[in-house]
């Protein structure tokens, strides 16, 4: 079993629809998770961080969290041609140096159709 | 936001040779750099953490002499990847935590190894 496991893909969406993107992860002493966008050959750029169970929202994006069921998703309001790209689950343990010790999804390729 | 350098960008070599990929914080001090790789349409996969005036810490399964890692200050952090063959060829991507503890991703290296 895969620490970190997303659906691959690709998820296709009509532009102006919502997007729902699902990752699951395995250890229960993971306490941060970020989703992170990445177009190909470029570095990962964050667009959530989420340490509690529940929603955040910022603007279109809603991340959510369930720790109970070791279950994050990502939810794309208005999804627009841009927002096609690679979107990557990442966890990690608090404490010491471990924030930055990322254990990362393969990723769920998203393409938005015009 | 906060800048992490990393350069260059993209390096072709010949098997056997060494590359030096360096990472630096540009308008902040990192104590802790991490250093990730990513082959073609997998995720990334944390190689090792490096600490500043200390010996870096290597993820299980990565030769620590051959990638040798060197963070000599708090805005410079070194990957070089000792006689490189083939299967190196790789995306190599560093990233920065700042104070907070947000991190930040360099731009990546692209190494291609003939």
Request: hydrophobic share 30%.
């Amino acid at each position: 079993q895969k620490e970190v496991e997303q659906n691959s893909g690709p998820l296709s969406v009509p532009e102006g629809a919502i997007a729902s993107l699902n990752c699951t992860y395995s250890d229960r002493g993971s306490q941060s998770f970020f989703w992170y966008r990445q177009y190909s050959g470029k570095s990962p750029e964050l667009i959530m961080s989420i340490y509690s169970n529940g929603d955040k929202e910022d603007g279109r994006f809603t991340a959510q969290l369930n720790k109970a069921s070791q279950y994050v998703s990502l939810l794309i309001r208005d999804s627009q041609p841009s927002d096609s790209a690679t979107y990557l689950c990442a966890v990690t343990k608090a404490g010491g140096t471990s924030y930055g010790k990322l254990t990362f999804g393969q990723g769920t390729i998203l393409t938005v159709h015009p | 936001g906060a800048v992490v350098s990393q350069h260059p960008s993209r390096v072709i070599c010949k098997s056997g040779t060494s590359v030096k990929i360096e990472c630096r914080s540009l308008d902040f001090q990192a104590t802790t750099m991490f250093w990730y790789r990513q082959f073609p349409k997998q995720s990334l996969m944390l190689m090792a953490t490096s600490n500043e005036g200390s010996k870096a810490t290597y993820e299980q399964g990565v030769e620590k002499d051959k990638f040798l890692i060197n963070h000599a200050s708090l805005t410079l952090s070194t990957l070089t990847v000792t006689s490189a063959h083939p299967e190196d060829s790789s995306f190599y991507i560093c990233s920065a935590g700042d104070t907070g503890r947000r991190l930040f991703f360099g731009s990546g290296t692209q190494l291609s190894v003939l």
